[in-house]
């Protein structure tokens, strides 16, 4: 017993001496010092060295910590003194016993290969992350040393060469991601020793040959991404063992043959991704067993015969793309009641069936698309039902009846496609709530009627397309509105008047044609603001006049098409017009210019004109000696022809007015204002006053009394004819119409349109009526008036000229 007791005391000692050094801070530094760590901090900076020298390079924190100098010499840089620990460098993790156990270079922006990276003195290291990178060339084969590692990340860098198959050595790897490089020759069937693996991308990169038949070994895949690469051959029916698969890729290769009916046992999967390869036969019933199914992408192939009656049998289905195939038959009545359908694609197949029963109401669908398929019947009425609805495609089907006006309650549409169909009537009331719609296609119909005013408040719409319908009457100002619009398609249609100056203010404008109309009328020289414009369409009109000159600034323009028109005068020169074939020109019998053989040249055309002038000079030469016995008795008669219009200057002078008798119109307005009493005086201007005249009809109409009178001369009375001439041809709908006018030796007055409300001057002068007239009101009556303005002076014919 004293014998124990003396070896416990002796024993005390010991111990203590053990926690003294255990506590010490010695101690904690110890493992720092180990030569394993100073072997990878040696070998990290070695790879550094060989990298690329770059900013993201100098921001790698990896240095020898007595010097502090990331700049220091080769010595120092690749051979750190002694008790130097990467542990705390950037990106690097270490284990308890100090030896790196992690490194995580992600998106540090290195440059340079892996060949100096020595994967020997690593031997702890379990997670490397070298992922969005600029790393290069291939992976060497030493990789195979780092036996621990379990995630490896090598993604998105620009590694070339073949996959080496000493991965498979691999043996821990729970994650693998090699995607995004440039990895060319087969799969290596290494990767099937990988059984521990759960995540293997090798998605985006130059792989071919067939996919192995052993990686179906890796039965605690999760997720396999093998897409868009050059794969080839069939699915192995192998990938039916993985059935702990939640995400398969196969997509964007050059796959074939039928989906396995092995895939029945995939009972876990919810994504499957097969797009864009070469599979063909039907698609298998047996993917009706996959109720976790929430998106399938089979689109792009060749499948052909019917879809799966059952296909959302699982009721979680949010995805479903099957366009671009050969499929036929009806829409399985289980999509109808699949409420959970967010993205649908069925397009550019042979389906069948009555497009308003075999659909339902999605409360989260956002996007549908059963274009260029054999459905028939009317729009329903329930896709205004689909709250999230942001784009719905019915276009080249068969469907008849008219658009149901509910469309309009849609108003989150971005996209609505109705185009080539047989859809008639009118565009219903309510297009102008979809204020988000951005493109909007009913071209190939029978629509008819006006183009609605309401599509002015379409003002995110970038793309019109309403060609080929039955729309009549002009083509609505308010389309100027649509700023954002790069495509504009008005064409075979019934549509007549003249072009919109309007459409001068579509400068994002980059493709118009209003081909196939019945417009009339010159070419407005402000459509020369488009200068984005490259494709111009107005062949098949009554456009009459020259092209303006102005056309000359647009070079962007490339293809222009004016035949069969009634244009005249020189081309603008530019190369759209320079190099057009002439097919785009003819029909137009007075253009010229240097364009292949079919126009005359313009100097020529105007020597023709000069030759006819010369001509006819010539000849009055000739005529006037015989002429000149009869000027004395000429001058002798018009002046006493003067002489009468003077005297009837005094007399009553009078002009229609309203189709009316000028006499008896006068007598009524002097009756109807008790000889302009100034109580039916609504305004006074500089030139006259203006008086409201209730005529017998019950028309009401404002007449204008002008201060001047005659002065009995007949050069006056010439140039008030004119100017009242060109006035009463007017005809713009900023412009108040002219009814006509009456002279008389006591009174001289116009007779206008009248309008309510009084002048813009009165209205703003009173401070309710101003407070209406907000600022956008007051902005689009200064654009109105501009427009006017241009009117005026630019597609009046001659010019109007405001003093």
Same mark, same amino acid.
């Given at each position: 017993?004293?014998?124990l007791?003396?070896?416990? $005391?002796?024993?005390?000692?010991?111990?203590?001496?053990? #926690?003294?050094?255990?506590s010490?801070p010695?101690?904690?530094?110890?493992?720092y010092?180990?030569?394993?760590?100073h072997?990878?901090?040696?070998a990290l900076l070695k790879?550094?060295?060989? #990298?690329?020298?770059?900013?993201?390079?100098?921001?790698?924190?990896?240095?020898?910590?007595?010097?502090?100098?990331?700049?220091?010499?080769?010595s120092?840089?690749?051979?750190?003194?002694?008790?130097t620990?990467?542990?705390?460098?950037?990106?690097?993790?270490?284990?308890?016993?100090?030896?790196?156990?992690?490194?995580?270079?992600?998106?540090?922006?290195?440059?340079?290969?892996?060949?100096?990276?020595?994967?020997?003195?690593f031997?702890n290291? &379990?997670?490397?992350?070298?992922?969005?990178?600029?790393?290069f060339?291939?992976?060497?084969?030493?990789?195979?040393?780092?036996?621990? $590692?379990?995630?490896?990340?090598l993604?998105?860098?620009?590694?070339?060469?073949?996959?080496?198959?000493?991965?498979?050595?691999l043996r821990?790897?729970r994650?693998l991601s090699?995607?995004?490089?440039?990895?060319?020759?087969?799969?290596?069937? &290494?990767?099937?020793n990988?059984? /521990?693996?759960?995540?293997?991308?090798?998605? +985006?990169?130059?792989?071919?040959?067939l996919?192995?038949?052993?990686?179906?070994?890796?039965i605690?895949?999760?997720?396999?991404? $093998?897409?868009n690469?050059?794969?080839?051959g069939?699915?192995?029916?192998?990938?039916?063992?993985?059935?702990?698969?939640?995400k398969?890729g196969l997509?964007?290769n050059?796959?074939?043959?039928s989906?396995?009916?092995?895939?029945?046992?995939?009972?876990?999967l919810?994504i499957?991704?097969?797009?864009?390869?070469q599979?063909?036969?039907?698609?298998?019933?047996e993917?009706?067993?996959?109720?976790?199914l929430?998106?399938l992408?089979?689109?792009?192939?060749?499948?052909?015969?019917?879809?799966?009656p059952?296909?959302?049998?699982?009721?979680?289905?949010?995805?479903?793309?099957?366009?671009?195939?050969?499929l036929t038959?009806p829409?399985?009545k289980?999509?109808?009641?699949?409420?959970?359908?967010?993205?649908?694609?069925l397009?550019?197949? !042979?389906?069948?069936?009555?497009?308003?029963?075999?659909?339902?109401?999605?409360?989260?669908?956002?996007?549908?698309?059963v274009s260029?398929n054999?459905?028939?019947?009317?729009?329903?009425h329930?896709?205004?039902?689909?709250?999230?609805?942001?784009?719905?495609?019915?276009a080249?089907?068969? $469907?008849?009846?008219?658009?149901?006006?509910?469309?309009?309650?849609?108003?989150?549409?971005?996209?609505l496609?109705?185009? /080539?169909?047989?859809?008639?009537?009118?565009?219903p009331?309510?297009?102008?709530?979809?204020?988000?719609?951005?493109?909007?296609?009913?071209?190939?119909?029978?629509?008819?009627?006006?183009?609605?005013?309401?599509?002015?408040?379409l003002?995110?719409l970038d793309?019109?397309d309403?060609?080929?319908?039955?729309?009549?009457?002009?083509?609505?100002?308010i389309?100027?509105?649509l700023?954002?619009? +790069?495509?504009?398609?008005?064409?075979?249609?019934?549509?007549?008047?003249?072009?919109?100056?309007?459409?001068?203010?579509l400068?994002?404008l980059?493709?118009l044609?209003?081909?196939h109309?019945s417009?009339e009328?010159?070419?407005?020289?402000?459509?020369?603001?488009?200068?984005?414009?490259?494709?111009?369409?107005?062949?098949?009109n009554?456009?009459?006049?020259?092209?303006?000159?102005?056309?000359?600034?647009m070079?962007?323009?490339?293809?222009?098409?004016?035949?069969?028109?009634?244009?005249?005068?020189?081309?603008?020169?530019?190369n759209?017009?320079?190099?057009?074939?002439?097919?785009?020109?003819k029909?137009?019998?007075?253009?010229?210019?240097?364009?292949?053989?079919?126009?005359?040249?313009?100097?020529a055309?105007?020597?023709?004109?000069?030759?006819?002038?010369?001509?006819?000079?010539?000849a009055v030469l000739?005529?006037?000696?015989?002429?000149?016995?009869?000027?004395?008795?000429?001058?002798?008669?018009?002046k006493?022809?003067?002489?009468?219009? !003077?005297?009837h200057?005094?007399?009553?002078?009078?002009?229609?007015?309203?189709?009316?008798?000028?006499k008896s119109?006068?007598d &009524?307005?002097?009756?109807?204002?008790?000889?302009?009493?100034?109580?039916?005086?609504?305004?006074?201007?500089?030139?006259?006053?203006?008086?409201?005249?209730?005529?017998?009809?019950?028309?009401?109409?404002?007449?204008?009394?002008?201060?001047?009178l005659?002065?009995?001369?007949i050069?006056?009375?010439t140039?008030f004819f004119n100017?009242?001439?060109?006035?009463?041809?007017?005809?713009?709908?900023?412009?108040l119409? #002219?009814?006509?006018?009456?002279?008389?030796?006591?009174?001289?007055?116009?007779?206008?349109?009248? #309008?309510?409300r009084g /002048?813009?001057a009165?209205?703003?002068?009173?401070?309710? &009526?101003?407070?209406?007239?907000?600022?956008s009101?007051r902005?689009?009556?200064?654009k109105?008036?501009a427009?006017?303005?241009?009117?005026?002076?630019?597609?009046?014919?001659?010019?109007?000229?405001?003093?």
């Open positions: 017993m004293a014998s007791t003396s070896a416990k $005391l002796c024993f005390l000692p010991y111990c203590l001496v053990i #926690l003294l050094y255990v010490s010695n101690w904690v530094a110890f493992p010092a180990t030569s394993t760590s072997t990878e901090a040696k790879w550094k060295a060989s #990298l690329f020298l770059n900013q993201a390079l100098n921001n790698l924190t990896w240095y020898d910590p007595p010097t502090h100098n990331i700049n220091a010499t080769n120092s840089t690749t051979n750190p003194k002694p008790g620990s990467p542990c705390t460098w950037t990106g690097v993790s270490c284990n308890a016993a100090g030896s790196v156990s992690k490194l995580t270079l992600s998106t540090c922006g290195i440059q340079g290969t892996l060949h100096e990276f020595s994967f020997l003195s031997p290291l &379990e997670y490397l992350n070298l992922s969005l990178n600029k790393l060339d291939v992976i060497p084969p030493q990789i195979s040393y780092l036996s621990k $590692l379990h995630h490896l990340d993604s998105q860098n620009q590694f070339s060469g073949k996959i080496p198959p000493e991965i498979g050595f821990n790897l994650f090699l995607s995004d490089n440039t990895f060319f020759g087969n799969i290596p069937n &290494e990767i099937g990988l059984k /521990s693996l759960v995540y293997l991308a090798l998605s +985006y990169n130059n792989l071919s040959g996919i192995p038949p052993n990686i179906g070994n890796l605690k895949l999760n997720t396999l991404y $093998l897409n690469n050059h794969l080839s069939l699915i192995p029916k192998e990938i039916g063992n993985l059935k702990s698969l939640v398969l997509n964007s050059q796959l074939h043959d989906i396995p009916a092995s895939f029945a046992n995939l009972s876990n919810e499957l991704h097969l797009r864009d390869n599979l063909s036969g039907s698609i298998p019933q993917l009706e067993n996959l109720k976790n929430t998106k992408y089979l689109d792009t192939n060749q499948f052909s015969g019917y879809l799966p059952n296909i959302c049998q699982g009721g979680k289905l949010t995805n479903f793309s099957v366009f671009r195939n050969y038959g829409i399985p289980s999509l109808k009641n699949c409420t959970s359908l967010f993205r649908v694609r397009d550019q197949n !042979q389906l069948t069936g009555n497009i308003s029963e075999d659909f339902g109401i999605y409360p989260n669908l956002d996007f549908i698309d260029h054999n459905l028939y019947g009317e729009i329903s329930n896709w205004q039902k689909c709250p999230k609805l942001t784009a719905l495609r019915l080249g089907n068969n $469907l008849t009846g008219s658009i149901p006006p509910e469309i309009g309650n849609a108003t989150l549409l971005h996209e496609d109705l185009s /080539s169909n047989h859809l008639v009537g009118l565009i009331m309510g297009f102008g709530r979809l204020t988000s719609l951005e493109r909007l296609m009913l071209n190939g119909n029978q629509l008819s009627g006006r183009i609605p005013s309401e599509f002015g408040s003002t995110n793309y019109l309403l060609s080929t319908n039955k729309f009549s009457d002009s083509i609505p100002s389309l100027g509105d700023l954002k619009l +790069y495509h504009l398609n008005l064409s075979n249609n019934k549509l007549s008047q003249a072009i919109p100056l309007q459409l001068g203010e400068v994002q980059n493709e044609d209003l081909s109309n417009l009328g010159s070419i407005p020289s402000v459509m020369s603001n488009m200068e984005s414009l490259v494709t111009l369409n107005l062949s098949h009554n456009l009459l006049g020259s092209i303006p000159s102005s056309f000359e600034k070079h962007g323009l490339s293809y222009v098409d004016i035949s069969y028109n009634h244009l005249k005068g020189p081309l603008p020169n530019i759209a017009f320079r190099e057009a074939p002439s097919e785009r020109l029909g137009n019998k007075g253009l010229c210019g240097k364009v292949g053989a079919m126009l005359p040249p313009c100097n055309h105007g020597s023709k004109k000069d030759h006819k002038v010369i001509f006819s000079v010539l000739v005529l006037l000696f015989a002429l000149f016995t009869i000027v004395f008795a000429i001058v002798q008669i018009k006493k022809h003067q002489d009468t219009k !003077q005297n200057m005094h007399g009553e002078i009078s002009f229609s007015v309203l189709n009316f008798d000028g119109m006068y &009524e307005i002097i009756r109807a204002t008790e000889d302009f009493d100034s109580t039916y005086c609504i305004g006074k201007g500089g030139h006259g006053s203006v008086y409201r005249v209730n005529l017998s009809s019950g028309d009401v109409v404002a007449v204008k009394k002008l201060h001047l005659w002065d009995g001369g050069e006056f009375q140039e100017e009242v001439r060109a006035l009463s041809e007017i005809r713009h709908r900023n412009i119409k #002219l009814y006509g006018f009456c002279a008389h030796k006591r009174h001289l007055f116009l007779v206008y349109e009248y #309008l309510e /002048s813009l009165e209205m703003l002068s009173k401070d309710e &009526e101003a407070k209406d007239l907000g600022w009101k902005v689009n009556i200064v109105g008036l427009h006017a303005l241009s009117y005026m002076h630019h597609d009046c014919l001659p010019p109007i000229i405001r003093h």
